[in-house]
């Protein structure tokens, strides 16, 4: 019997190739497409903020800082910046801690009128913010932190709080108590035990979570115009709403502006997709 | 970076955050009534359409003030122009307003009805500014408020304009749009979508029906705004002209300005693919950017039949309101009379290039030269021109014209008829009025 070999020839590779092809139509193309949709903005944005006045090139030419400077001098941004960034940071901390604390609670101990509880939790987040400006404007007011930014922390902190908590709850209860009892076993107390053994196993929700408080603190308009009543305590969503007049916008700086609020999320984003996926369907799952 | 230093560094920088916003709080305010110069007395000014035109121009303006009154600070608070009516509305029913702060006409009512606006006339008639300000000026003040009362020294009143590209009219051999067949004549003949050109640039979208009254009134020559305590919206004549206008839709105008608000309106009129755009006079700065000096027009709204009759809606006043809260009135009527002064008034006007309010800045000679306003000021004062004042005194009337919004853009798109949609308007405001009556008397 005689075996004979042949030396494969490409059309062997057809059907690698037509699962090649296939793939660019079902998966390259789409999302090449879906890109250019997404980023067209920010290339709009980057052109405009680096193009001098008066330029008509699709790129950012004749190149200019102008309008970064513009901004960060003229029309206040350096402030705004300032004041957005301890707003948001503040907001991370306390939704972070609170958020760990109430998770803790609802994943650990059973409480009467527990699923109501966490019921009511989730309700809330269906109130639009602008329904309660009125009320909390008053309560501000009453404690006299009208135009200051400890009423942005507080009140970007509640708003956040209900879906943080319960997101860090359910990621809890995908870490097995045996952990714990182990650690209670080797003489921690249950605060040592969460510390030394469920903390470190939560930085994926942490990060989840932190980066949901940050951002959404980074980005509120509303509670910012409404509580603050001084320009040097206004943020960045502020001032960039500023740079357009009734019956006139200046592209430039709003397009600089855009950039100098954007840069902070997208390197937060950058540092923490690796954990904010893994975060986020984890605390989805239900344990 | 250990735990534990990052841990620290959170705190520290939540702290200071914490810190910073209870210092921020305490900060603010100034001295009692009577301010020295080492203590002067701060009053908080808010302005309603913040912005790159209008904040570098208070902010001049206030030094200028400053310097003049060292026992008087300011301090600018620049607000949006379209959050401003909530954040007034948010302030008023807080109980936390401004001393001074520029509102517009269709805000007067609702903001002087739950009693936080001073009625003014008393201060204004005891001031040099008696006998300064333009009586049509006056007039429209005190017909935007709930009782006839001068809430706001006007600053400015802002008739509609129909802006016109006097170059493609000459190209085109068009007459200049002084009658509603001529505008109608011309949107036709120099729309070309082939070439992305088209006869008018619509507003259909956000602010839409602020400009349809003087569309339906200057085309359909009505008089009075209400007839028998009934408003005369839904005349059969005006029916008819807000028919014809909504009919050009899609057909002089693109298909995408069923979308537009202002921004959209005049992006598609200054960036050269529309021949006319209506509008106020605060939009000529953009045009002259745009076009340079000359080459875009703007005359008053069309006349009916016959060019030089006129009916002109009401011009819209804006002006600084004094707020009744105010713990410093006497240094915040100041700053008012300061706004509305000669200088100040001309200043302003000029850089926004709208109509100025005082008489003596209505002399200046930039007046004269400024074709658009000197042909606005001329439509005003002509004895053939008849002016109708509007339904501005109520406190529902903003919000009406935000409901009526969507209806217009189903009137466009012909879900509905011009007759449906001026029922449903007419309804709305003699709902309004008939209880503005029995709230307030004739």
């Known amino acids: 019997m005689t075996i004979t070999t042949r030396r494969r020839t490409p059309s062997d590779f057809s059907l690698g190739r037509e699962s090649t092809a296939s793939r660019a139509v079902s998966l390259w193309i789409p999302l090449g497409l879906f890109l250019t949709f997404t980023l067209l903005p920010f290339y709009w944005m980057i052109v405009y903020a680096f193009r001098e006045e008066g330029g008509t090139l699709p790129l950012p030419f004749p190149f200019t800082f ?22 948001a940071v503040s907001t991370l901390v306390f939704t972070v801690v609170l958020s760990l604390l109430a998770g803790y609670a609802m994943s650990r101990y059973d409480f009467k009128g527990k699923a109501p509880f966490m019921l009511v939790l989730l309700a809330t987040q269906f109130i639009p913010g602008a329904m ?38 359910n990621f809890m209860r995908n870490i097995p108590i045996e952990l714990e009892e182990a650690a209670w076993i080797d003489g921690c107390g249950r605060v040592r035990g969460f510390l030394a053994v469920v903390l470190p196993l939560l930085r994926p929700a942490i990060v989840a979570v932190g980066s949901f408080a940050f951002i959404g603190a980074w980005n509120n308009f509303l509670f910012a115009l409404m509580f603050i009543n001084s320009n040097d305590r206004f943020t960045l969503p502020v001032g960039l709403n500023s740079t357009i007049g009734e019956y006139s916008a200046d592209y430039g700086a709003l397009a600089a502006g855009g950039i100098v609020a954007a840069i902070p999320v997208v390197i937060v984003f950058a540092i923490v997709q690796r954990f904010l996926v893994q975060g986020v369907s984890a605390g989805a799952v239900k344990g | 970076m250990t735990k534990r230093t990052l841990l620290r560094s959170m705190t520290a920088i939540a702290a200071v955050g914490l810190l910073g916003g209870v210092t921020a709080c305490s900060s603010g305010g100034g001295g009692g009534t009577g301010g020295t110069e080492e203590n002067p007395v701060t009053i908080t000014f808010w302005d309603n359409n913040a912005g790159p035109d209008r904040t570098p121009l208070y902010e001049e303006l206030i030094a200028q003030f400053e310097d003049e009154n060292p026992t008087i600070n300011v301090e600018y608070v ?38 936080a606006l001073e009625p003014i006339e008393e201060r204004l008639t005891g001031s040099d500014l008696d006998g300064k300000i333009a009586d049509d000026s006056l007039t429209a003040a005190k017909g935007a408020a709930f009782d006839g009362e001068l809430y706001i020294v006007p600053m400015t009143s802002t008739p509609d304009t129909l802006w016109y590209r006097s170059d493609l009219f000459e190209a085109a051999g068009l007459d200049a749009p002084e009658t509603w067949d001529q505008f109608y004549d011309a949107a036709e003949a120099l729309t070309d979508p082939a070439a992305g050109m088209f006869g008018f640039a619509m507003r259909g979208g956000a602010g839409s029906t602020n400009q349809l009254l003087p569309v339906a009134y200057s085309c359909s020559g009505i008089d009075s705004f209400f007839e028998g305590g009934e408003t005369t919206l839904n005349d059969p004549a005006n029916v008819e002209c807000i028919q014809r206008f909504a009919d050009m839709y899609n057909v002089s105008t693109a298909q995408a300005d069923v979308g537009y608000g202002y921004q959209e309106m005049v992006t598609a009129f200054d960036g050269g693919s529309a021949a006319m755009m209506q509008h106020n006079l605060g939009s000529s700065q953009n045009h002259i950017d745009a076009f340079g000096e000359g080459v875009v027009v703007g005359l008053p709204m069309p006349a009916g039949e016959t060019a030089g009759e006129r009916t002109i809606i009401a011009p819209t006043p804006e002006g600084p309101a004094l707020f009744s809260e105010s713990e410093h009135p006497e240094e915040a009527w100041a700053f008012v009379e300061f706004l509305t002064s000669h200088s100040a008034n001309s ?96």
């Open chain 2, 78 to 115: 620049g607000i949006p122009a379209a959050d401003a009516p909530q954040k007034y509305e948010t302030a008023v029913a807080g109980g936390s307003t401004p001393d001074v702060g520029i509102v517009v006409g269709w805000m007067v009512s609702s903001l002087a009805a739950q009693g």
């Open chain 1, 132 to 169: 309660l400006l009125i009320p909390l404007f008053i309560i501000f007011r009453q404690f006299e932190l009208i135009d200051s930014l400890v009423a942005l922390v507080i009140a970007d902190t509640v708003f956040q709080l209900p879906l943080c908590a319960i997101l860090m709850a």
């Open chain 2, 347 to 442: 200043t302003w006007n000029e850089r926004t290039g709208q109509l100025p309010a005082n008489t003596d800045a209505r002399e200046d000679a930039w007046v004269s030269e400024n074709d658009a306003l000197a042909t606005q000021i001329e439509a005003i004062s002509d004895p053939s021109s008849t002016i109708v004042p509007t339904g501005l005194y109520l406190p529902d009337w903003n919000g009406i014209l935000g409901e009526m919004a969507a209806p217009f853009q189903s009137l466009l798109l012909k879900e509905i008829t011009a007759q449906q949609f001026m029922d449903e308007w007419a309804e709305k405001i003699n709902t309004a009025e008939a209880e503005y009556r029995e709230q307030f008397g004739d």
């Open chain 1, 66 to 87: 102008e309008h970064l400077e513009t901004v960060w001098n003229d029309l206040n941004f350096s402030t705004y910046f300032a004041n957005s960034t301890l707003v």
